[in-house]
């Protein structure tokens, strides 16, 4: 295979669009497709691929130094998705009033009922947001991930840079480093899984900093190039193996897998059919309208469901649904309608990437040199 350049390559952004994308099909459609078809596509597997593309650009030089490291994510990570968040909390209420979050009806997440706040839940959720803990706002399901992300990639450097000042010979390093990444995956998979122990974002978080250093050792040490034509056929069969022996679906939310050779074996070959198959579709509409989604994913992932929920009140609107009809978790029971599904999926991607659009089309209006 040759040498991968060191620039990004807009084949990455496909695969993070095809990612983002299930997780939006998925979160729009559940019961609409069958399990099997469901896990075959990537279900629950979707968030573990993003994990491990993240990894992809790291570099190790950087990595060991936390200010450098994590000052960029702060920019293009932290502050856009705790603006977005608090903005979710300030119009709380508003949500409240046009029946996105109905009076009595229990919230899904935390299972407490839903309420008007008052200026206690609304500091509260604001100091929330700012500290990375989320504050339980059903528009904003999906942050975990951003947080968890966030929280993975601050470990990931703080190891980094602990290993360094105690070993100064690299190679001897990154053995001590990897051992350390296994342990914990290791642990947090016997905390959740067997003991049944989760601390929120704490376990996922730990689990997130192994696949991360993944991803960075297959792009950058192993050159993954996804143009072998055998490796692709290999991958295939094998993850379609690990999906006909799982037991259960993956809900990295709550740190939930069958064991780490599900999650890394099943996680790395989808990842090389994924990068076969966008490599040879990246010129294509379809790749181009898929990259698009992986570039603005961090959007996509915090405003898909404000997209569900507008595409609920249109419904209401239009009398597909009447008022008051329950909305479960993000929207309503499609009974196996597939326009309806299209209609969600419509409204999930395009208000997101049209939000972020408008808002930089502004930006540059009234801030044309920044």
Not at 218 to 243: A, P
Not at 313 to 321: I, K, R, T
Not at 335 to 359: P, W
Request: with cysteine; net charge positive; proline share 2%.
């Amino acid at each position: 295979m040759i040498a991968h350049q060191e620039k990004r390559q807009e084949y990455v952004d496909v695969i993070k669009g095809w990612a983002m994308l299930l997780i939006v099909v998925f979160h729009s459609s559940s019961g609409l497709f069958p399990k099997m078809v469901h896990s075959l596509l990537g279900g629950g597997m979707d968030v573990v691929i993003f994990f491990i593309v993240a990894g992809f650009f790291i570099k190790s030089e950087r990595m060991v130094n936390p200010k450098s490291f994590l000052q960029p994510k702060l920019k293009t990570l932290y502050i856009p998705a705790t603006v977005i968040y608090v903005c979710a909390v300030l119009l709380h209420n508003v949500f409240v009033d046009i029946g996105w979050y109905p009076l009595g009806e229990i919230h899904p997440g935390n299972g407490q009922p839903f309420h008007y706040y008052d200026v206690k839940d609304f500091a509260l959720g604001v100091l929330k947001a700012l500290c990375c803990a989320g504050s339980g706002e059903l528009a904003m399901g999906a942050m975990w991930f951003l947080y968890t992300l966030l929280y993975a990639m601050t470990g990931l450097s703080l190891l980094a840079w602990t290993t360094k000042k105690f070993v100064d010979d690299e190679k001897q390093r990154e053995k001590i480093l990897i051992i350390i990444l296994l342990t914990g995956l290791i642990a947090s998979c016997v905390l959740t899984q067997i003991i049944g122990l989760t601390i929120n974002r704490l376990n996922v978080s730990i689990t997130a900093m192994a696949l991360i250093y993944l991803g960075k050792k297959v792009y950058q040490d192993y050159h993954w190039t996804f143009d072998n034509t055998f490796y692709f056929i290999i991958s295939s069969l094998i993850f379609v193996s690990v999906v006909f022996l799982q037991k259960d679906h993956i809900t990295m939310a709550r740190n939930k897998y069958q064991d780490i050779l599900q999650l890394c074996i099943g996680g790395c070959t989808l990842l090389y059919m994924w990068g076969y198959i966008a490599k040879r579709i990246v010129s294509t509409c379809v790749g181009k309208l898929l990259a698009s989604i992986g570039r603005e994913s961090l959007y996509v992932m915090a405003l898909h469901i404000v997209g569900f929920f507008i595409c609920n009140s249109l419904m209401e609107l239009l009398g597909v649904y009447q008022q008051g009809d329950p909305k479960g978790m993000y929207t309503y029971k499609m009974q196996g309608n597939i326009l309806i599904f299209i209609c969600y999926m419509v409204f999930a991607i395009g208000f997101s990437l049209t939000s972020i659009n408008l808002f930089r089309r502004l930006k540059s209006i009234i801030l044309p040199n920044r």
